[in-house]
Structure formats: structure tokens, C-alpha cells
């Protein structure tokens, strides 16, 4: 990638990141390409020569964020981190994300385009088993998790935690404590013991 490319894909990544925070904020409906061009600093020309329609970048936006979301859980998981420290990156990850992001129109956005529901769909059947094997694999070789957990039981498991604490009721700042709780109860039982973090 050359200079001029580069600065094309930051430009880029600057509009996405504008929008997704408007589109979270007030909804695709009411946020406009001027909103999203004046948040990101650029002209609304370039919103359009790069993405073509406010449609066109809703849709790059979320499919951009669901395939580096999920590379980065994907990296995580291959690094030669201890697994305690992986477990705590992980929820540092999940945190920032559910900080980030109104999940439920997120959902809305997955829902409403084709393309975008079927990278969605191709993830649960090919991706996720993957990362989730992976967990697996690095815990029972460091003794944190049991041998004869199963990938599909640890699927099952870990989709139950993500669907109660994926709910709004959930995300609000007053319920922090509880998530904190939800996260210990998901990782401890996973481990069969609390998990000591040596490097500290």
C-alpha cells in the first residue's frame, strides 16, 4: 500500500468511525452525510466518491467493524499470552465494544441488509467455532479449563452469557457492578477454579 492509499483507507476508516458514532446516537434515519462529513472533517463529496450513497456507508461501516472485531478476537487468541491474561484482554475487548456500540441497532443493521446478515450468519457457523476452539485448546493446555469440556458445550455456554448481557437493560452504566459479577461467574465457572493472574 502506497502513501496516497494510505491516506485514502485513514480518510476512510475517519468517515466510518464518524457514523457509526452518529448512527448509534440518533439512528441511520436521522443522521445525514453532511453530520457524518462535518464529524469527520472531510467534504461530503468524499463521503460519496468513497462509499457512494449514506446507504453504501452504513453498510461498509458495520461490515468493516464485524471483520475487524473479529480479527482481533481471532489475533488474540493465537497470541503466546498466558491464558489468564488472554481471559482479561478478552473482557477489556468485550468492555470497549459494548461501551462503544448501541447493540441494538447494530442488530437492526444486521438484520436489515442481506450481505451484512450473511457475513453475520458465516461467522456463527465458521468463525466463532474457530475462536472458540482455540479458548479451548490454550486453557486445557495451561490447566485452566477441563479436559472434557466439548466445543459445542462451550458454544452453547458461552452464547447463553453473550444473550443476557447483550440485553440494554444490561448496558446501562448502573448495572456495571453486575457485569463485572456476570464476568467473573462466566470465566471462573468455564476454569472450574478462579483464575490466578500470575503477572501481577
Known amino acids: 500500500m502506497n502513501g496516497y492509499e494510505r491516506?485514502?483507507?485513514?480518510?476512510?476508516?475517519?468517515?466510518?468511525?464518524?457514523?457509526?458514532?452518529?448512527?448509534?446516537?440518533y439512528?441511520?434515519?436521522?443522521?445525514?452525510?453532511?453530520?457524518?462529513?462535518?464529524?469527520a472533517g472531510v467534504a461530503p463529496a468524499s463521503i460519496y466518491n468513497?462509499?457512494?450513497?449514506?446507504?453504501?456507508l452504513m453498510k461498509d461501516t458495520i461490515i468493516n467493524l464485524l471483520k475487524s472485531g473479529w480479527k482481533a478476537r481471532k489475533e488474540l487468541w493465537e497470541t503466546d499470552?498466558?491464558?489468564?491474561?488472554?481471559?482479561?484482554?478478552?473482557?477489556?475487548?468485550?468492555?470497549?465494544f459494548i461501551d462503544q456500540i448501541n447493540l441494538e441497532t447494530l442488530k437492526a443493521l444486521l438484520n436489515a441488509d442481506p450481505e451484512i446478515k450473511k457475513l453475520a450468519d458465516d461467522f456463527d457457523t465458521h468463525e466463532y467455532?474457530?475462536?472458540?476452539?482455540?479458548?479451548?485448546?490454550?486453557?486445557?493446555?495451561?490447566?485452566?479449563?477441563?479436559?472434557?469440556?466439548?466445543?459445542?458445550?462451550?458454544?452453547?455456554?458461552?452464547?447463553?452469557?453473550?444473550?443476557?448481557?447483550?440485553?440494554?437493560?444490561?448496558?446501562?452504566?448502573?448495572?456495571?457492578?453486575?457485569?463485572?459479577?456476570?464476568?467473573?461467574?462466566?470465566?471462573y465457572g468455564l476454569a472450574g477454579n478462579p483464575v490466578t493472574d500470575k503477572s501481577e
Not at 9 to 23: S, V
Not at 50 to 56: D, N
Open 129 to 187: 467455532p474457530y475462536i472458540v476452539g482455540q479458548f479451548l485448546e490454550k486453557g486445557r493446555r495451561e490447566g485452566y479449563i477441563h479436559r472434557e469440556i466439548s466445543i459445542e458445550a462451550a458454544m452453547v455456554y458461552l452464547k447463553m452469557y453473550q444473550e443476557v448481557v447483550q440485553k440494554p437493560e444490561m448496558l446501562r452504566n448502573s448495572n456495571k457492578d453486575l457485569l463485572k459479577e456476570l464476568y467473573d461467574l462466566m470465566l
Open 50 to 56: 468513497y462509499f457512494g450513497s449514506k446507504e453504501g
Open 81 to 96: 499470552l498466558p491464558f489468564p491474561e488472554l481471559l482479561k484482554r478478552a473482557i477489556s475487548m468485550k468492555d470497549d
Open 7 to 25: 491516506r485514502t483507507e485513514l480518510k476512510k476508516d475517519k468517515i466510518r468511525t464518524a457514523a457509526l458514532g452518529l448512527f448509534c446516537m
Open 27 to 39: 439512528g441511520t434515519d436521522k443522521t445525514s452525510i453532511n453530520e457524518i462529513a462535518q464529524k
